[in-house]
Structure formats: C-alpha cells, structure tokens
Nanobody, 115 residues
Framework: QVQLVESGGGLVQPGGSLRLSCAAS????????MEWYRQVPGKQREIVAR???????YYSGSVKGRFTISKDIGKNTLYLQMNSLKPEDTAAYYC?????????WGQGTQVTVSS
C-alpha cells in the first residue's frame, strides 16, 4: 500500500505560479506510475500529468507547456510546477500512484486561480 500526502495548494492570481508536492510513503518500490489529477465539483476527475518509473511524462492538452511534473526519488516526493495559471485551472488537485495491482490517492489540495 502507498500513502500520499499533497501540499502546496492555495489562491493565486491569473498568470501566477504554484508548485504542488506529494509525499509518498509505504510500498514505494512497487509504484509504476504517478499522476496528478484534478476535479471540479460536478465534473469527472481528469488526469493532468503522468510520470512513469523510467521518467517518461504525459500531459493533458490543456496544461501542456504550462505545467511540469517531476519527482525527487531521494525525497520520495512528486511535484507539479504550474505556471501561467488560468481561472479554468481552479480545481482540487489529487496525487495518485499506480502499482501493478492497485491505485492510491491523496486527500487533495485546492488550487484557486482568481483575481
């Protein structure tokens, strides 16, 4: 089992930046991919970015070129650097980790982009 704790959300003006962190613990060795998802009330949770164990990355079209996913293996931490934020990026952001047999989720952190 993998435990995940997100941090770094908050209120930011349009055009600003935030960095989300996700601290992982437990069966970290079994993780294949880690992702950031986001969810707006009344809508389905959507994937934002993914990083595989080998380092390859994927971004949704709406964030490509503005967001960067990365990980610090020594700190067991996943990051999401978010630049040029837009009001439509407002959502609860969730960290997720997938193993061969299960998926774990963090508790979420709120990001609000507003002037």
């Amino acid at each position: 089992q993998v435990q995940l704790v997100e941090s770094g959300g908050g209120l930011v003006q349009p055009g600003g930046s935030l960095r989300l962190s996700c601290a992982a613990s437990g069966s970290i060795f079994s993780i294949n991919t880690m992702e950031w998802y986001r969810q707006v009330p009344g809508k389905q949770r959507e994937i934002v970015a993914r990083i595989a164990s080998g380092g390859s990355t994927y971004y949704s079209g709406s964030v490509k070129g503005r967001f960067t996913i990365s990980k610090d293996i020594g700190k067991n931490t996943l990051y999401l650097q978010m630049n040029s934020l837009k009001p439509e990026d407002t959502a609860a952001y969730y960290c997720s980790a997938a193993t061969i047999s299960s998926r774990s989720w963090g508790q979420g952190t709120q990001v609000t982009v507003s002037s």
